[in-house]
């Protein structure tokens, strides 16, 4: 796994956050926000580096995430 620097792991918290409030509240769960934060890691780990880039990369998934775990 690849190491993040601290100030990008603050900002991947941070997007995670953001990316929690849009989802729908009966779909708020802790499996959802693990699916989310993995989508949020992947970018991360692919060179997306910037905050807004970060919750697109997980805002783009939600659906996606959300048919899987229904």
Same mark, same amino acid.
């Given at each position: 796994?690849?190491?993040?620097?601290?100030?990008?792991?603050?900002?991947?918290r941070?997007?995670? +956050? +953001?990316?929690?409030k849009?989802?729908?509240? #009966?779909?708020?769960?802790?499996a959802?926000?693990?699916?989310?934060? +993995?989508?949020i890691? #992947?970018a991360?780990? +692919?060179?997306q580096?910037?905050?807004d880039g970060?919750?697109?990369a997980?805002?783009?998934?939600?659906?996606?995430?959300l048919?899987?775990?229904?």
């Open positions: 796994m690849p190491k993040f620097d601290p100030q990008l792991g603050q900002a991947m941070t997007a995670l +956050e +953001e990316v929690m849009v989802v729908p509240s #009966k779909y708020s769960t802790v959802t926000k693990a699916c989310l934060a +993995e989508c890691l #992947k991360a780990a +692919e060179g580096t910037s905050y970060l919750i697109k997980a805002a783009d998934q939600i659906q996606t995430v048919s899987m775990l229904t």
